[in-house]
């Protein structure tokens, strides 16, 4: 009976075992394809994630080429990877990145000309190739015998080229056309951000270029430095400095190398410019052998190890005599003669005087410049009641701090034209910014800082005085570096520059606008000594108090104002023509009956003219 049963059961139990053998197959061989599936997304997340964290358009455009090919370089293996750019101008494709196996199979690494070792018969990428290059999609060709891997990027703006490799698995293929969808919008972006880096390098090197030309055209001691550089550079002469004749010494405007010591022997020490002019010999030009000089001072710029001999060489430039002393060493490096060098030198000593020729025809323009710019400045203030008479305001307190401080006249004359010309850059803004009332958006005030820097261009350019220029953009720095344009901090920021924020904060607490009132006197000088140490320097504040409280006890009548309301405010002659307390001197201005305070943005109640006396009593 039993047998009987297995009989029957057995070919159903044969049949169950095969079909659960089947599904058992099935179930693994849908498992794996789950799995190679599973594992090919993560792959394919992986290339994704490595081209958002790592390609940024920031970065440069070979920089970005090289992570793409290295993300290949996971997929295929391969000696070399390069990226073509396809160039419109040329009509061909220009090799931009390349990346090589060094040694080690595993190490991938971006080529350089001149870094990669040489090994004999590898294939090495043309730097260019026709547009008829790519293909329609990833393919296998043959340049001569190389067998290399085309893939071209979708619009036909780039192509890599890998190999040396002969197949492609299909499995290879589908990763690699993966990646290669991804890239086309990406490349665009790299190229277009890549053109216009270049279009702004090169609009930032011509501005940079026609500042300094602007500037050395006007300032002689900038065209003679750059001059005798360039010639110094030429010849490999590492020590030489000109120097000038003027009434009571002589003036020393460049000079190239030698030691701080000796630079200030060369500019400080008359006996040895004397004896220079003696080694002439009512010569146009000398040779001074080192231990053949017959001057003891002139042993001293030879005194060097190496120092060879001095030339020197004579100019004449407008009634003033000059020289140009250079020092040869034993090496040298030109491959010049001694007689040749001489030659040069003579040269150009012409070309420096008549450098300094024709530069002395241009000076008087800087004059009119000057006045140019003042009289843009005032139409600026004029535009508004509120600031008539501010950059002479801030000219004159400028310069009373620079006297307080002990400064010399030339850097007086300096803050004083940089402090009346501080806001010229506003012409650079549009008309809706600078004279927009009340608050900045943040758009707004960003561009409105961009007048330290306009301002400062324009004086480079017409002026030429750097210093000048410099004050002008750091004036809007801080102490605690929160300032602009450049986050100067403490010392680092020219002290003109220091001085100028001084007044012009001072100023803004003193002087009413439309939409807010000024504050008394004694108000807004106590906010100006609360922000000293974070905003302001200390040392300017202090002499600028120091001159204020001086002025105000040296006046005997207590009850009278500080000085004429005209001069006070520096108010224009077409204003005040009309006021009653004009000229006026028996009485203080807020005293006399219709006086024209209004036509300059001014209310007798809070007039720092009125409110500096009443804070007296």
């Known amino acids: 009976m039993l047998s009987h049963l297995d009989t029957l059961v057995q070919p159903y139990l044969a049949v169950f075992l095969l079909g659960a053998g089947a599904l058992i197959v099935l179930f693994l061989v849908l498992f794996m394809s789950q799995m190679r599936a599973k ?34 370089s996971t997929i295929v293996d391969a000696h070399g990877y390069s990226f073509y750019i396809l160039d419109n101008k040329q009509n061909k494709y220009l090799l931009k990145a390349v990346r090589q196996r060094h040694g080690d199979k595993d190490q991938v690494a971006p080529s350089y000309s001149g870094l990669a070792s040489y090994e004999k018969e590898v294939y090495q990428p043309p730097l260019s190739l026709s547009p008829n290059a790519t293909r329609q999609g990833i393919d296998l060709i043959k340049e001569g015998e190389v067998p290399l891997l085309l893939i071209p990027i979708r619009g036909e703006r780039g192509l890599i080229r890998i190999g040396p490799i002969s197949r492609l698995p299909k499995a290879i293929r589908s990763k690699l056309e993966f990646v290669t969808d991804l890239l086309p919008q990406m490349l665009e972006s790299l190229i277009e951000t890549d053109v216009l880096k270049m279009k702004t390098d090169v609009v930032v090197t011509s501005e940079h270029a026609l500042r300094s030309i602007s500037s050395m055209a006007l300032d002689s001691e900038s065209i003679i430095q750059k001059t005798l550089g360039m010639f110094a550079s030429a ?42 002019w003696m080694a002439l010999d009512n010569r146009e030009a000398a040779v001074i052998h080192k231990g053949d ?110 006297q307080e401080m002990g400064l010399s006249p030339r850097e007086k004359q300096d803050i004083s034209l940089a402090a009346y010309l501080s806001n010229i850059g506003v012409l650079g803004l549009s008309e809706e910014i600078y004279l927009k009332e009340g608050k900045f958006s943040e758009i707004e005030y960003e561009k409105m800082k961009l007048h330290a820097e306009v301002g400062a261009d324009i004086i480079e350019m017409l002026i030429g005085n750097k210093t000048v220029a410099s004050y002008i953009r750091y004036h809007h720095e801080r102490m605690d570096g929160n300032g602009y344009p450049a986050g100067l901090r403490g010392q680092q920021i020219p002290l003109g520059a220091r001085i100028i924020a001084v007044v012009q904060v001072f100023l803004a607490k003193m002087n009413s606008r439309k939409y807010r009132t000024a ?31 001086r002025k105000r006890n040296s006046l005997r009548n207590v009850n009278h104002s500080l000085g004429p309301c005209w001069e006070m405010c520096c108010t224009p002659s077409e204003i005040c023509a009309t006021c009653p307390a004009f000229q006026q001197t028996e009485k203080n201005c807020w005293e006399v009956n219709q006086n024209n305070c209004q036509a300059h943005g001014k209310s007798c109640e809070t007039c720092f003219v009125y409110t500096e006396a009443i804070s007296r009593r």
């Open 293 to 402: 000089t017959p001057h003891s001072k002139l042993a001293l710029l030879l005194q060097d190890r190496s120092a060879k001999m001095l030339l020197i060489s004579k100019f004449i430039e407008g009634g003033r005599e000059g020289l140009i002393v250079c020092r040869v060493h034993d090496q040298d490096g030109s491959g010049l003669s001694d007689e040749q060098m001489m030659i040069s030198l003579r040269t150009l000593s012409k070309q420096i005087a008549k450098l300094l020729q024709t530069q002395n025809n241009i000076k008087p323009m800087t004059t009119s410049y000057v006045e140019l710019l003042k009289l843009l400045s005032r139409t600026i203030d004029n535009l508004s009641p509120y600031t008539v008479g501010y950059s002479e305001l801030m000219s004159r307190y400028s310069i009373v701090i620079a």
């Open 235 to 276: 010849l490999g002469i590492p020590d030489c400095f000109l120097l000038i004749q003027q009434t009571g010494g002589f003036q020393v405007p460049a000079l190239i190398g030698w030691s701080f010591e000796m630079q200030q022997t060369i500019i400080h020490d008359k006996e040895l410019c004397s004896q220079l």
């Open 519 to 549: 504050l008394p006197f004694d108000k807004a000088l106590e906010l100006l000594k609360s922000s000293t140490g974070s905003q302001l320097d200390p040392a300017v504040v202090d002499a600028f108090d120091r001159w204020l409280q």
């Open 39 to 72: 594992k090919r997304h993560v792959e394919q997340l992986e290339h994704v994630t490595r081209l958002l964290r790592h390609v940024k358009t920031s970065t440069e455009l070979e920089s970005n080429l090289n992570i793409i090919l290295e993300i290949y």
